[in-house]
């Protein structure tokens, strides 16, 4: 069953956050409760679903649990919009893919949604096996020019399988079509000078300190080499074993060497200070 294009929103949070991602060409279905995003789920296949903590027919984990349950409906990335972040490690633990909270900026709660509606699509097509032949939705299609604009890709890494995926604006980060790959080829393209900072920064994720937010250097498909910022979050299972890595890459190649620059002119007037 393919994806529909659409995020699917359920509960009292549906109107605040269908007029926020509308207003950015991201199309949205509404409902309710929890039996109607159940049922909908099931005959739609959206391509994201978010849950509001207090739906008013249903226990919002009832609803995250049956939809984990269900294979029609359990790869689907499901979102949890609350404000406790007692029901947020809740949420995660019980299936989530990620949390929204009322006190994130617009900005980052669009940039979260459309990187998991991009991951969706990616796993979508890969159990398909037609990813690079599937027609693309014109809203994902705006939001693949949008990635491209930014010079930033989406991308999920299975740590269970060492599967990575990409969007497809990775083609233009790194030069070459890089939406399937593996951990193991990725650390190989990283350099060499930055490979031990990022093998610490992954060992240090665990279920109390599951994001992070670092630069290092990788080399694109034509041999050049950029730096990069990754800002990605891990997911545990019920053991606490880390099983998928998922974020933003955005390419600051432009921005780091403005900074060297910066730093050599500072120390060239420090010198002439002395």
């Not at 294979?71 to 947020?88: G, K, M, S, W, Y």
């Not at 299936?95 to 509606?117: C, K, Q, Y």
Request: charged share 25%; with cysteine.
């Amino acid at each position: 069953m393919e994806a529909n294009s659409a995020v699917l929103i359920a509960g009292p949070a549906a109107e605040l956050l269908s007029s926020l991602l509308r207003g950015c060409d991201i199309a949205c279905r509404t409902v309710a409760g929890g039996v109607e995003a159940l049922t909908d789920s099931r005959s739609h296949h959206p391509a994201v679903i978010i849950l509001s903590s207090d739906l008013p027919d249903m226990d919002s984990a009832s609803v995250l649990k049956r939809l984990r349950r269900d294979e029609r409906t359990r790869d689907i990335p499901v979102l949890f919009f609350c404000a406790e972040p007692e029901q947020q490690k809740e949420a995660l633990r019980l299936g989530a893919t990620d949390v929204l909270s009322p006190f994130l900026s617009p900005d980052e709660t669009i940039a979260r949604v459309r990187t998991h509606f991009e991951l969706g699509t990616l796993r979508a097509g890969a159990r398909q096996r037609a990813a690079a032949e599937s027609p693309v939705a014109s809203s994902s299609g705006l939001m693949t020019l949008a990635m491209q604009a930014g010079r930033m890709y989406a991308f999920e890494w299975d740590a269970r399988t060492d599967e990575v995926y990409r969007s497809r604006s990775s083609v233009q980060v790194l030069a070459g079509d890089a939406s399937r790959d593996t951990g193991q080829n990725w650390f190989r393209r990283i350099h060499p000078d930055d490979v031990d900072h990022l093998r610490r920064v992954l060992a240090l994720l665990s279920p109390a300190y599951d994001a992070y937010d670092t630069k290092y250097r990788v080399q694109r498909s034509d041999g050049g080499w950029i730096t990069i910022r990754e800002s990605s979050r891990g997911f545990f299972d019920s053991a606490n074993h880390l099983v998928r890595v998922t974020g933003v890459v955005f390419d600051v190649t432009d921005q780091a060497a403005a900074e060297r620059d910066l730093a050599g002119m500072q120390a060239e007037i420090m010198k002439l200070l002395d």
